[in-house]
T-cell receptor, first 110, second 114 residues
Framework: EDQVTQSPEALRLQEGESSSLNCSYTVSGLRGLFWYRQDPGKGPEFLFTLYSAGEEKEKERLKATLTKKESFLHITAPKPEDSATYLCAVQAVGNNRLAFGKGNQVVVIP | DTEVTQTPKHLVMGMTNKKSLKCEQHMGHRAMYWYKQKAKKPPELMFVYSYEKLSINESVPSRFSPECPNSSLLNLHLHALQPEDSALYLC?????????????FGPGTRLTVL
């Protein structure tokens, strides 16, 4: 069974204090790993797709990386508007479903 | 345009009511999804449609009835719901069912069952 574990569960950061979120996964064959951002009471917003180990993608203050066992979402010099829950999901080869982690809840304090 | 729209934004219904949730996308996506999300939990898959045909039903109770009238629209018909069905209902779409097709989510419908 595909499994996704995200850590830390919750994170409080001072504005400008860079940090990383971890997504560890177990999947029979990785088709894709997805990062989403979700604000309270709203739908997840797509951020990145990663397909193979060594791949990196960036968007503003966010950078996602992938190894064979985990993915990191690096937040550089965060701002209060980066406060959200970040969801990691994986899709296995031959499986049409996404397996989600429980999310990393990030609060950035001004 | 990567927008998925959902109506209504909020819905309050009694256990004997019949209501419907609507979802629409105009990105030419051929796969559409319904998810249920409880507070502080990840989304849980309910149904998947591919090319307007039901592809996956995650053993969802029959009081939830999906419908895909055309490639742009997805409905979820609700009947005789229970208070524990109160949740955020999310619609999503992707180009296809292959793993390299990102799912784009709508804003959700907040459902409260009294």
């Amino acid at each position: 069974e595909d499994q996704v574990t995200q850590s830390p569960e919750a994170l409080r950061l001072q504005e400008g204090e860079s940090s990383s979120l971890n997504c560890s996964y177990t999947v029979s064959g990785l088709r894709g790993l997805f990062w989403y951002r979700q604000d309270p009471g709203k739908g997840p917003e797509f951020l990145f797709t990663l397909y193979s180990a060594g791949e990196e993608k960036e968007k503003e203050r966010l950078k996602a990386t992938l190894t064979k066992k985990e993915s990191f979402l690096h937040i550089t010099a965060p701002k209060p508007e980066d406060s959200a829950t970040y969801l990691c999901a994986v899709q296995a080869v031959g499986n049409n479903r996404l397996a989600f982690g429980k999310g990393n809840q990030v609060v950035v304090i001004p | 345009d990567t927008e998925v729209t959902q109506t209504p934004k909020h819905l309050v219904m009694g256990m004997t009511n019949k209501k419907s949730l609507k979802c629409e996308q105009h990105m030419g996506h051929r796969a559409m999804y319904w998810y249920k999300q409880k507070a502080k939990k990840p989304p849980e898959l309910m149904f998947v449609y591919s090319y307007e045909k039901l592809s996956i039903n995650e053993s969802v109770p029959s009081r939830f009835s999906p419908e895909c009238p055309n490639s742009s629209l997805l409905n979820l018909h609700l009947h005789a719901l229970q208070p524990e069905d109160s949740a955020l209902y999310l619609c999503a779409s992707s180009l296809g069912l292959a793993g390299d097709n990102e799912q784009f989510f709508g804003p959700g419908t907040r459902l409260t069952v009294l």
